[in-house]
C-alpha cells in the first residue's frame, strides 16, 4: 500500500534497514532486560523485609509501675524506641543482628485509674544509645532495659538504665534522681551516666489496698502494659495496653493470664518482716538496751519466729570420755585460744542448728 494511504509503507531493505531492524532489537532487549532487573530487584526486596534480614523496627514499653499515695493514678516509666536491624539475630542459630538505634526515649508518666488517661510528667533525655550501632539477639534487640521507683519522703526516686550488651563487654548507663509531685517537676534535670544497675525489687506502692498493678511482658523486653489486679473480685483491668499487648492477649488479659505475675504475697510477706524487726528493735531499747544489742536481741527474736533463717551455733556440756562420738566436736589449743581440761572430765562441743 502507498505512504499516502495509512499503509505502513515497503520494508527498508539493504544495510540501512539490517541496522535499523538490529537497533530497535537492542533498544528492545535493553529494555526488557532493565523491567526484568527491576523485577527481581523487587522480588529480592519483599523476601528481605519478610524474612526480617533488614527491617524497621519500634517498640513501646512500661516499666516499673507503682500507685500514688492517694491510690488515684499509677506512675511508670514509658520507653519509646526505634531502630533498623540487619541480620537474623536468633540466638544460637545465627550471629546476632547488626542494629542501628534511630531514638530511644523515656518519660514519667501518670496514667489516671477512673478514665486511664495518660499524662507525661517529665522527658528524660535521650539516651546514649541513640544513634549508636549495636550487636544484639532477638529478646532484647533495642538493649535492655530495666526501672524503678520508689516513694519516699513525698517524692518519687526513680532509676532508669539501659544496657547495651557488646564483646568484649557490657556498657550500662543510668538516670537517676527524684521527682517532686508537689512541684510537678524533676528536683534535678535528669542525666545518664555510665555506672552499674543496683535498682530493682518489689515496693509496697505496688499494692493499694485489694488492687496490686503491674507490667505485663511483651516482645523485646518491653512491657507491653499496665493492669491493675483485683485477686477478691476476681478482676483484671487494663489501663494502657499497646499493639503487642492486644494481640498477645486477644485485647485483653483475663485473671488466668495475670494472676501467676502476682507479687502480692512477697510483698506484704516483706512488709511484714520490717515491721515486725522495727517493733522489736522498739522494744528492746525501750526496756533499756542500746540499739545495738536491740539489733541483736531483734535478730535472735526474728529466728525464733521463722522471719529469719535460723544461724548455726555451738553449744556446751560436760561429757564424760566414753560419751564421746558422733555429734561430738572435741576443741584443742592449737584451734582456740583456750583449751578446756579436766582429769575427770573433757569439755564436748555439740554443734547443733537452734
Not at 527491576?38 to 523496627?57: C, E, F, M, N, Y
Not at 564421746?324 to 582429769?343: E, N
Request: aromatic fraction near 8%; glycine fraction near 8%; proline fraction near 6%.
Amino acid at each position: 500500500m502507498p505512504r499516502g494511504h495509512g499503509g505502513p509503507g515497503p520494508r527498508r531493505r539493504g544495510p540501512a534497514g539490517i541496522a535499523a531492524r538490529r537497533a530497535a532489537f537492542v533498544r528492545y532487549t535493553d529494555r526488557m532486560w532493565r523491567w526484568l532487573a527491576a523485577a527481581a530487584a523487587a522480588v529480592v526486596l519483599v523476601g528481605i523485609w519478610a524474612s526480617g534480614l533488614a527491617a524497621l523496627r519500634s517498640g513501646t514499653g512500661y516499666f516499673a509501675p507503682v500507685f500514688t499515695p492517694d491510690g488515684r493514678s499509677i506512675l511508670a516509666i514509658r520507653r519509646r524506641t526505634s531502630a533498623v536491624t540487619l541480620g537474623f539475630g536468633y540466638e544460637f542459630f545465627t550471629p546476632p543482628a547488626t542494629v542501628f538505634i534511630r531514638d530511644d526515649r523515656y518519660a514519667l508518666v501518670s496514667i489516671a485509674i477512673p478514665d486511664h488517661r495518660l499524662t507525661v510528667l517529665g522527658d528524660l533525655p535521650s539516651s546514649p544509645l541513640t544513634g549508636r550501632r549495636l550487636h544484639a539477639y532477638h529478646g532484647a534487640i533495642f538493649a535492655s532495659s530495666t526501672a524503678h521507683l520508689r516513694w519516699e519522703d513525698g517524692r518519687l526516686s526513680y532509676a532508669v538504665a539501659v544496657t547495651r550488651y557488646d564483646t568484649p563487654q557490657s556498657r550500662t548507663f543510668v538516670a537517676r534522681g527524684q521527682w517532686d509531685r508537689a512541684a510537678a517537676r524533676f528536683v534535678e534535670p535528669p542525666a545518664w551516666r555510665e555506672s552499674t544497675d543496683s535498682a530493682g525489687g518489689d515496693e509496697p506502692e505496688q499494692l493499694f489496698r485489694n488492687l496490686e498493678v503491674m507490667a505485663l511482658p511483651g516482645s523485646e523486653g518491653l512491657p507491653c502494659g499496665v493492669v491493675t489486679l483485683d485477686e477478691t473480685a476476681g478482676r483484671v483491668t487494663p489501663l494502657v495496653m499497646t499493639s503487642t499487648c492486644v494481640s498477645k492477649f486477644s485485647r485483653e488479659p483475663a485473671m488466668s493470664d495475670v494472676s501467676p505475675l502476682s507479687r502480692r504475697h512477697d510483698i506484704e510477706r516483706a512488709v511484714e518482716i520490717k515491721q515486725t524487726y522495727a517493733a522489736l528493735v522498739a522494744r528492746g531499747v525501750a526496756a533499756g538496751a542500746n540499739e545495738g544489742t536491740a539489733m541483736l536481741q531483734a535478730n535472735k527474736e526474728m529466728e525464733r519466729l521463722g522471719y529469719f533463717p535460723r544461724s548455726p551455733t555451738l553449744t556446751a556440756r560436760f561429757a564424760s570420755p566414753d560419751s564421746a562420738g558422733a555429734g561430738t566436736l572435741s576443741l584443742c589449743r592449737h584451734k582456740f585460744a583456750a583449751c578446756v581440761r579436766s582429769s575427770r572430765h573433757r569439755m564436748h562441743f555439740l554443734r547443733r542448728l537452734r
